[in-house]
């Protein structure tokens, strides 16, 4: 099992930044690619990054490709997301994920671990 625990939420203006964190616990970090989704209201849960378990390989939704940044220390056990210039659409719940695997797949089907999730609002 592994226990995830998403921080970093918050509200901000349009153009502004914000940084989610998600530090996992009970198993091994490195042998799980750690990804991020999100969920707004009314709408299906979207895959926006994921990183590898060496964070060699890391990939995005063409929706925030170029503005946020995934990352992973994996002496902390923990990912990150770094989110620039954040529109209204941004705003969403979104959620931390991880998978026992060594590639990345994008369906949330294919993930076994999921935080409780940590708002993100965006005001224009």
């Known amino acids: 099992q592994v226990q995830l625990v998403e921080s970093g939420g918050g509200l901000v203006q349009t153009g502004d930044s914000l940084r989610l964190s998600c530090e996992a616990s009970?198993?091994?970090?490195?042998?799980?690619?750690m990804g991020w989704f999100r969920q707004a209201p009314g709408k299906e849960r979207e895959f926006v990054a994921a990183?590898?378990?060496?964070?060699?390989?890391?990939s995005y939704s063409n929706t925030v490709k170029g503005r946020y940044t995934i990352a992973r220390d994996n002496a902390k056990n923990t990912v990150y997301l770094q989110m620039n210039s954040l529109k209204p659409e941004d705003a969403a719940v979104y959620y931390c994920?991880?998978?026992?695997?060594?590639?990345?797949?994008?369906?949330?089907?294919?993930?076994?671990?999921w935080g409780q999730g940590t708002q993100v609002t965006v005001s224009s």
């Open positions: 994920a991880a998978r026992e695997a060594r590639f990345i797949r994008t369906a949330t089907s294919d993930w076994g671990y």
């Open positions: 009970g198993r091994t970090f490195t042998d799980y690619v």
């Open positions: 990183v590898t378990g060496n964070g060699v390989t890391v």
